[in-house]
């Protein structure tokens, strides 16, 4: 394994690891709370951004697995990464179409009791939701033709 194989996982680890914490600290503390309450309400940031908190267990679990992807055999790495990038689209598909789904249950009581406020999607959130669909779907493709061995032309 090259230097450079083992400094992609430890980043891909580590910002998996932030990814978990990042759900913890918003559930544990106050200060995270009303952090998440800032976050979901704030429209100048991008949905993406305000979603971090709800999405973050998925994409924590897709940035751990390309961790692991880069560590095992290529085969067996291809796969992961595959599994990776689809539970990280899954995390934007519903944090976008259904964004209580993911939401931590004190947050979702908050927004149901009206102590917090809830901004959804806007326009440029959609075109950058579907940027990413393709993207997405550019990418599976490209890692099932690594897989397969197949080339592109």
């Known amino acids: 394994m090259s230097g450079n194989a083992l400094a992609i996982a430890v980043f891909f680890l580590a910002a998996g690891a932030g990814q978990l914490l990042l759900r913890v600290y918003a559930d544990r ?14 429209e100048s940031l991008a949905y993406l951004w305000r979603q971090s908190v ?3 267990p998925l994409v924590a679990c897709g ?6 992807a880069v560590l095992v055999p ?15 689209e899954l995390a934007i598909a519903l944090t976008h179409l259904r964004p209580m ?12 009791a009206g102590i917090a406020t809830f ?13 990413l669909v393709v993207v997405g779907i550019v990418a599976d493709v490209a890692v099932v033709l690594l897989i397969t061995g197949m080339r592109w032309a």
Not at 101 to 112: D, F, K, N, Q, S
């Open 74 to 88: 290529r085969q067996f790495g291809a796969v992961l990464a595959l599994l990776g990038i689809v539970t990280i």
């Open 63 to 68: 940035f751990l697995m390309f961790g692991v």
């Open 101 to 112: 789904t993911l939401m931590p249950g004190w947050l979702r009581a908050e927004i149901v």
């Open 119 to 131: 901004s959804g999607p806007d326009r440029a959130d959609w075109i950058l939701f579907w940027i």
């Open 54 to 56: 709800n999405g973050a």
């Open 29 to 42: 503390t106050a200060a995270g709370r009303r952090s998440s309450r800032l976050l979901l309400a704030s």
